[in-house]
């Protein structure tokens, strides 16, 4: 049995499910034993209200469990490398490992797993994982722009840049971080984002109770709402067009509490990926209300996927990646054209599961491991 152990930045039970839950996915279709580990948790973090930062916090009470066929863990550490001093030294970094309790040496070393096929990285933070693990060839997978991010240190940087100097292959997800890459490793491929049609279309089909109060037109946005989230549009579009109902749905980093939102903005938190269907498919349009930051320049979104699964016509904010992507959603690129679209009709896109087929994880993966002569033997 082939196995690939992955080593990556959310758990694997993340309430957010982001490319590497995909991929682990597919490589156990494909009949890989996968092994997913998560960045470490600390002591700190318990004082964090995050959705997935409480998930990691659980999983690191486990010595390891399997969900899905997938044997998964979060390690604990005293050392956590974060961006405040001292945690944000370059030796917090690299050290991080060897203060953890139970030892993560240990667990892994119980796990018996030998020399593994494929070591995946979608986080630095597991630099160390090349000297401890045989393995016959490294990935790391890169789908952000760790440099804008505010709350990645230069430290990390640093890793992500040595890391990606020593693997065997880098993939990144938007051709803008293909660029930079390459300078890094000569082997460095794009792999754009996919889509799992077979698990997003796999939901309740009633109403969700949330939207027993929250009537149609629903106006809904999916993700993260962190620091490139456009709460400003939003509110502007809420106020221009009072008898439309925005719904955002997922985790909130921003500081809302002292702004005053319209009746018609709707915060539904965090729901499990598997409910996404209940809340796309009674939807009436989906939205990407992003900044035009570096941070975005590098994001190819899921969401324009995940909203033409269920035949939701969108509207997004433009910028080069999404324009090099299918013709999934209406894109605009100012505030009023944003605001003015949303009072004409958006057409549906057509064909959308053909397209949709065509850009599977299961076919970004096969094509990229037949790439680097990597054989699929059960597909």
């Not at 797993?113 to 060839?137: C, M, Q, R, Y």
């Not at 077979?198 to 149609?216: G, Q, V």
């Not at 930051?293 to 999404?322: C, D, M, R």
């Not at 958006?346 to 094509?367: F, M």
């Amino acid at each position: 049995m082939k196995k690939v152990l992955m080593a990556c930045s959310l758990p694997y039970t993340s309430p957010l499910q982001v490319g590497s839950h995909h991929y682990a996915r597919v490589f156990k279709k494909l009949g890989y034993d996968v092994y997913f580990l998560g960045v470490p948790v600390s002591p700190l973090h318990k004082l964090s209200s995050d959705c997935t930062v409480t998930e990691r916090i659980r999983v690191s009470k486990t010595k390891g469990e399997i969900k899905e066929g997938v044997w998964h863990y979060v390690p604990n550490t005293y050392l956590p490398p974060k961006n405040i001093f001292p945690l944000s030294t370059l030796w917090a970094h690299q050290n991080w490992h060897h203060f953890t309790a139970p030892k993560l040496s240990k667990i892994l070393k119980n796990l018996e797993l030998g020399e593994v096929d494929i070591l995946w990285f979608d986080s630095a933070l597991h630099h160390f994982l090349l000297n401890w693990i045989p393995h016959k060839t490294s990935i790391f997978r890169v789908a952000d722009d760790g440099s804008a991010f505010k709350g990645l240190s230069k430290q990390y940087q640093a890793l992500e840049t040595q890391l990606a100097q020593k693997v065997d292959h880098v993939i990144t997800s938007s051709k803008n971080m293909q660029n930079h890459f390459t300078s890094h490793n000569g082997d460095c491929h794009y792999v754009p984002n996919g889509v799992d049609l077979k698990k997003l279309r796999t939901f309740n089909t009633a109403l969700p109770p949330e939207y027993a109060n929250i009537a149609s037109p629903r106006v809904v946005y999916i993700g993260a709402i962190h620091e490139w989230f456009d709460m400003e549009l939003v509110i502007k579009a809420a106020k221009t067009y009072p008898q439309k109902n925005f719904v955002l749905i997922g985790p909130c980093r921003q500081k809302i509490k002292n702004i005053k939102m319209p009746s018609n903005i709707h915060f539904l938190g965090t729901v499990p990926y598997h409910r996404i269907g209940e809340f796309l498919s009674h939807a009436d349009l989906g939205i990407i209300p992003f900044k035009q930051t570096k941070l975005v320049q590098s994001i190819h979104p899921l969401k324009v996927y995940e909203y033409a699964a269920f035949g939701l016509p969108a509207l997004s904010i433009a910028w080069e990646e999404l324009k090099n992507m299918p013709a999934l959603c209406q894109l605009v690129n100012t505030h009023s054209e944003f605001i003015k679209a949303l009072d004409d009709p958006i057409k549906q896109a057509t064909n959308t599961t053909k397209v949709l087929e065509s850009v599977s994880w299961e076919n970004r993966l096969c094509n990229f491991l037949k790439n680097i002569d990597v054989t699929i033997t059960n597909r």
